[in-house]
Every structure is written in C-alpha cells, then in structure tokens.
C-alpha cells in the first residue's frame, strides 16, 4: 500500500512560479515506481501534466512543455513539480500518483491557483 501527500499549492500571479511536492509512504519502495503529477480544473476533467519513470524518463503534455519541471528524490521518497511562467490556465487541484502492484494510488490534491 501507499500513501500519497502532496503540498505546496497556492496562490500566485501570472508569471510567478510554485513548487510542488508529493511525499509517499507505505510498503512500496518509491524508487522503483514510476510516478506521475496530473491537474483538474473547476468543470473538466482531470489531465496528465508530467510522468517520471522509475528509470527517470520524462514525458510532459503540450500545454506545460518547457514551463514545468518533474523530479524526484528517492532518497527522501518526494517527487516535485516545479512549475515557471504560470498562467491563469494552469489553475487547477493538482495530484500525484502511482501504480503499486496493481493499485492506482492518489493524493489529496493541492490546489493551485494562478490570478491574472
């Protein structure tokens, strides 16, 4: 099993930057899963923002391309997204997650909210 807890939403202005982070625990040994940060704006549905693998292969989707920053830290069990030149259009509940043994697991989300 696996506990998710991501942290460092807010509110910030366009342009501004904000730096995620999502701390697991539980049985599963983070460095081995591959992990992935998604969004969910007010009335859609929830998208894909960035994927690190295990191996660390990186995938972003178009819309943060260049502007957000995946990582992570196996040795304090924390994924980051570090996110630059944020625009009105990124405000959304961000979440982190994994695949564990054939468990999809979640965060609570943090929200982040970019003014104009």
């Known amino acids: 099993q696996v506990q998710l807890a991501e942290s460092g939403g807010g509110l910030v202005q366009a342009g501004g930057s904000l730096t995620l982070s999502c701390v697991a625990s539980g049985r599963s040994a983070f460095s081995y899963n591959d992990m992935r940060w998604w969004r969910q704006a007010p009335g859609k549905q929830r998208s894909l923002v960035a994927f690190i693998s295990s191996g660390g292969t990186i995938n972003y989707s178009a819309p943060v391309e260049g502007r957000f920053t995946i990582s992570r830290d196996n040795a304090k069990n924390t994924l980051y997204l570090h996110m630059n030149s944020l625009k009105p259009e990124d405000t959304a509940v961000y979440y982190c997650?994994?695949?564990?043994?054939?468990?999809?697991?979640w965060g609570q989300g943090t929200q982040v909210t970019v003014s104009s």
């Open positions: 997650s994994t695949v564990s043994a054939g468990h999809d697991y």
